[in-house]
């Protein structure tokens, strides 16, 4: 076989791999360099020729004519003798150059070329993915289901790259069909090996933070800016946002009319109940907006633990701490601050931790899960709910609320 034909061969990979004809070409001569050392010991006095145009290749050897009876170096001298085979009125000292054809390597070494080119192809294949993915971080994606696994859906964009979405990584109603397109956010690109692990994420804040900025205008054009994104995947979320433009509303403009525009992202979102709020550098307000719906009464803060006092109406407690104690929880995560509930006239309250020698600290815990650290914040709420809303068994509740009930009436 001619090195042109070999050479053609070995292009049906430029075509399966969309691998531009110069790229192919130099891997190509890197690939020969190794098997022309691996045979001759030095690829140093080989010259290879290659046209990326025609897509052929030529090897010359290069070696000094010496006297037939001193060869040191095969690779590096020739005989007077054989030299004359190649030109008759070679004389010793001169340089010959003498084409060296592929198939003379033999079939073994043609066959690990092969394979060895197929590998430096894939490897820039993944080289190329990897930069193209790692610049993709943090934007929106969208690929097919190709395969559903118990801890991850493999997806399949239109190039055919794999792309991970774990299951930690899926919102709690995600439920995918094969063949089904998904968004969500290119959250990492690593390496593995030669092969790029590309992870999607629908759960990160930043993919809520770029659905409003592909559906609400006002934000893609920066006319409102999203100060802080807050979630807890398909159940609630906070988004704090503000504009530099007096004239606009920056709620308003992203919830719509009778939520119009926020409807597509809750909805890509599993239902995720969203709360937009004017961002304010005013950390009594911005806690209070952050509450919402709950109105608040009064609030005092201590800057230096970061904690904030919240008095509320009765009726307004189970609002601002929320079903599952989500509310109080974003709201804690969004403004910074650890938030502390009080009912308005209620002046005598004590703080769960006080009572660790009579309850366990994992019990304490699961209360403050769900915003309830004082005494009589665990009080007034009714056993059912506590159950519905914690990990606790009702005799484990009702035990807490007799130890609480104690403290008051002493």
């Known amino acids: 076989m001619e090195n042109l034909a070999?050479?053609?061969?070995?292009?049906?990979?430029?075509?399966?791999?969309?691998?531009?004809?110069?790229?192919?070409?130099?891997?190509?001569?890197?690939?020969?360099?190794?098997?022309?050392?691996?045979?001759?010991?030095?690829?140093?006095?080989?010259?290879?020729?290659?046209?990326?145009?025609?897509?052929?290749?030529?090897?010359?050897?290069?070696?000094?004519?010496?006297?037939?009876?001193?060869?040191?170096?095969?690779?590096?001298?020739?005989?007077l003798s054989d030299a004359r085979k190649i030109e008759p009125d070679f004389?010793?000292?001169?340089?010959?150059?003498?084409?060296?054809?592929?198939?003379?390597?033999?079939?073994?070494?043609?066959?690990?070329?092969?394979?060895?080119?197929?590998?430096?192809?894939?490897?820039?294949?993944?080289?190329?993915?990897?930069?193209?993915?790692?610049?993709?971080?943090?934007?929106?994606?969208?690929?097919?289901?190709?395969?559903?696994?118990h801890k991850a859906v493999i997806l399949l964009d239109d190039e055919g790259n794999e792309i991970v979405l774990p299951k930690e990584k899926q919102i709690p109603s995600d439920f995918f069909r094969k063949g089904e397109n998904v968004?969500?956010?290119?959250?990492?690109?690593?390496?593995?090996?030669?092969?790029?692990?590309?992870?999607?994420?629908?759960?990160?804040?930043?993919?809520?933070?770029?659905?409003?900025?592909?559906?609400?205008?006002?934000?893609?054009?920066?006319?409102?800016?999203?100060?802080?994104?807050?979630?807890?995947?398909?159940?609630?979320?906070?988004?704090?946002?503000?504009?530099?433009?007096?004239?606009?509303?920056?709620?308003?403009?992203?919830?719509g009319m009778k939520g119009s525009r926020i409807h597509g992202i809750v909805r890509e979102l599993g239902n995720e109940n969203i709360d937009v709020i004017n961002f304010t550098n005013n950390p009594q307000l911005f806690i209070s907006r952050a509450l919402s719906p709950a109105r608040v009464t009064s609030i005092s803060i201590d800057e230096e633990t970061k904690r904030a006092e919240?008095?509320?109406?009765?009726?307004?407690?189970?609002?601002?701490?929320?079903?599952?104690?989500?509310?109080?929880?974003?709201?804690?995560?969004?403004?910074?601050?650890?938030?502390?509930?009080f009912r308005e006239g209620v002046e005598e309250d004590v703080e769960l931790t006080e009572f660790s020698d009579e309850i366990e600290e994992w019990i304490i815990e699961e209360f403050k899960k769900i915003g309830l650290d004082t005494a009589r914040s665990v009080l007034d709420q009714d056993v059912e709910d506590l159950i519905k809303r914690t990990d606790l068994e009702e005799e484990t509740i009702l035990e807490v609320k007799r130890i609480l009930k104690e403290e008051f009436e002493d």
């Open 91 to 149: 004389e010793v000292g001169e340089d010959v150059s003498e084409e060296v054809k592929l198939i003379d390597l033999g079939r073994r070494a043609i066959l690990a070329l092969r394979q060895n080119l197929i590998s430096k192809i894939h490897e820039h294949d993944n080289t190329t993915i990897y930069k193209q993915f790692k610049d993709l971080i943090g934007e929106i994606y969208t690929a097919e289901v190709h395969h559903i696994r």
């Open 183 to 255: 968004r969500g956010i290119i959250e990492s690109v690593e390496l593995k090996g030669n092969k790029p692990a590309i992870i999607m994420s629908r759960t990160s804040p930043d993919f809520l933070e770029k659905l409003f900025e592909q559906e609400i205008p006002e934000v893609f054009d920066g006319l409102i800016t999203i100060k802080k994104v807050v979630r807890i995947p398909g159940e609630k979320a906070k988004v704090a946002v503000d504009s530099y433009d007096d004239r606009i509303d920056p709620v308003g403009a992203c919830v």
């Open 310 to 341: 919240v008095i509320l109406k009765p009726e307004e407690v189970s609002k601002a701490i929320g079903k599952g104690g989500y509310n109080i929880r974003l709201a804690g995560f969004l403004t910074g601050y650890e938030i502390d509930v």
């Open 6 to 79: 070999l050479i053609d061969s070995f292009s049906e990979f430029k075509d399966d791999k969309l691998i531009d004809r110069v790229t192919l070409m130099a891997i190509l001569e890197e690939v020969f360099r190794n098997a022309l050392k691996k045979k001759f010991g030095s690829d140093d006095n080989f010259d290879i020729i290659i046209n990326p145009d025609k897509g052929d290749l030529e090897i010359w050897r290069n070696r000094i004519v010496v006297a037939d009876d001193e060869v040191e170096d095969p690779n590096q001298e020739i005989s």
